[in-house]
């Protein structure tokens, strides 16, 4: 039992198996997922689990003891993925034998975890991903090969595995499997958003030499050598705002994003990290101080990243995003990397293998 000192619980319930090896595996990774799930909480429910049959303990046995901790409200999570017999008929009426032993409980079921879009996506990847190691897998050792090469063989495998039915242009296809590749993560395929027109308006900017600007410096060091082949200007937030201050109320991210002003006007702006650098952006928008060409935003994390990518895709601005938690600094710079290739390529020039770092140091401030 994970306990996190508040009135609220969760137990996740899974079937249970009478097998000897996964009878000897199934509570280590029963309370594996507990702890993250009471991680990703926030430590504001206590996180328990319990098995349907073969195992212990039981619903009723977790129910009993969360009760006896004072705990109001228990959500219960069926670990299944579609709603078969054990959701539509054992669970309730487990739940209903439990709420005339604990009138003063408030027993919540959720739904099946195959009602998820997100989670199947998920489940798909890993297939996925399974699927590319078979494929990708060769006898005998394995040997090192040209950064070319790695490249191509990865980008072949990513295209063989994405789902066909994405709807996507050829220009997002590219930068989705840029994506992919920074992250070794399938799933991610299906779920990158485009505003309409996007990649051409980035496309554009950069076309025009327009300058890109980035929330933190790892960002704005993994596109420096594409950026300087396109003489495009790179600028990082945080540079400017370290040397300006800030408010105690404000991050630096989104000081430093204030700090640039109209200079975002037809800009190319990378967030990657900071979900304030992005609500910062969207405030200037909101209140008519800034335009830029095109926002990639994708900050990562359990607090404000996933509302100010859903704030994002509200305002009437060319955008590239991954809703939810996902994000990160590297598919960020993967984004406007692939936008930077496809410039070079429609242009002419060579962008270089991908496992080549960056040329010169990091980025100027505002």
Not at 297 to 307: C, D, I, S
Request: glycine share 12%; charged share 20%.
């Amino acid at each position: 039992m994970v306990d996190c000192g508040a009135p609220c619980g969760v137990i996740i319930v899974c079937h249970g198996s009478r097998g000897e090896l996964a009878s000897r595996q199934l509570p280590s990774r029963m309370r594996d997922i507990a702890e993250a799930v009471a991680s990703q909480c926030g430590g504001r429910v206590e996180v328990g689990w319990a098995a349907l049959q073969f195992n212990r303990p039981s619903l009723e046995e977790a129910a009993d003891l969360m009760a006896g901790r004072g705990v109001g409200k228990i959500i219960i999570v069926p670990l299944f993925l579609f709603p078969g017999r054990h959701i539509v008929e054992d669970i309730p009426g487990l739940i209903s034998m439990l709420r005339r032993r604990h009138p003063h409980v408030e027993f919540v079921l959720t739904r099946a975890l195959g009602d998820d879009e997100a989670f199947l996506s998920q489940v798909a990847g890993n297939i996925a991903a399974m699927i590319g190691g078979v494929l990708s897998s060769s006898k005998g050792l394995c040997r090192v090969a040209a950064a070319e090469a790695i490249e191509r063989q990865s980008m072949d495998i990513i295209g063989r595995l994405l789902p066909k039915n994405l709807k996507l242009s050829p220009e997002e296809m590219a930068v989705v499997r840029r994506i992919v590749h920074a992250s070794g993560e399938l799933a991610l395929g299906r779920l990158v958003k485009f505003s309409p027109g996007a990649v051409v308006r980035g496309l554009d900017a950069i076309r025009d030499g327009r300058p890109i600007i980035t929330d933190v410096r790892m960002l704005a060091v993994g596109i420096q050598r594409l950026a300087g082949a396109c003489r495009c200007p790179v600028f990082c937030a945080l540079d400017g705002a370290s040397s300006a201050g800030h408010p105690p109320a404000d991050t630096l991210a989104a000081t430093g994003m204030r700090l640039f002003g109209d200079r975002l006007d037809g800009a190319l702006v990378a967030i990657g990290n900071a979900p304030t650098a992005l609500l910062a952006l969207l405030e200037m928008v909101d209140r008519r101080e800034c335009r830029p060409a095109l926002v990639i935003g994708m900050p990562v994390g359990f607090v404000q990243a996933k509302e100010s990518k859903e704030e994002l895709v509200k305002r009437e601005l060319p955008y590239i995003t991954v809703p939810g938690t996902r994000g990160g600094s590297a598919i960020a710079a993967a984004a406007v990397n692939a936008l930077l290739r496809l410039f070079l390529e429609k242009a002419g020039g060579g962008a270089g293998p991908v496992g080549e770092c960056p040329d010169g140091g990091g980025s100027s401030g505002p």
